[in-house]
């Protein structure tokens, strides 16, 4: 089993910023890609970024130039840091992590809990 833990969403002001963290653990031979999703009652899920095994990063246009994704392959930890934070970020952020397991299946593609970022005045 793999399991994702999430941690730092809250309440910020627009403007604001906060850092999202994403640990995981379990039986992880290889991480590869990591992302970040969110999702707002009556939305799909969508793409927020994404940072590949070797470090390369995509973002959606609407949070470029604003959030910066990054891990820590050590600690298996994926980071999103999110600044200049605008009421339109307010959504439930997911972490989602695929990998190499060291027992059957092989292949996982791990989702975690979830974390409300509200971003309100």
């Known amino acids: 089993q793999v399991q994702l833990v999430e941690s730092g969403g809250g309440l910020v002001q627009p403007g604001g910023s906060l850092r999202l963290s994403c640990a995981a653990s379990?039986?992880?031979?290889?991480?590869?890609?990591m992302g970040w999703y969110r999702q707002t009652p009556g939305k799909q899920r969508e793409l927020v970024a994404i940072?590949?095994?070797?470090?390369?990063?995509n973002y959606a246009d609407s949070v470029k130039g604003r959030f910066t994704i990054s891990r820590d392959n050590a600690k298996k930890t994926m980071y999103l840091q999110m600044n200049t934070l605008k009421p339109e970020d307010t959504a439930v952020y997911y972490c989602?992590?695929?990998?190499?397991?060291?027992?059957?299946?092989?292949?996982?593609?791990?989702w975690g809990q979830g974390t409300l970022v509200t971003v309100s005045s």
């Open positions: 989602n992590v695929n990998g190499v397991r060291t027992a059957y299946p092989l292949t996982f593609n791990a």
């Open positions: 379990g039986s992880i031979f290889r991480i590869d890609a």
């Open positions: 940072i590949t095994s070797g470090g390369s990063t």
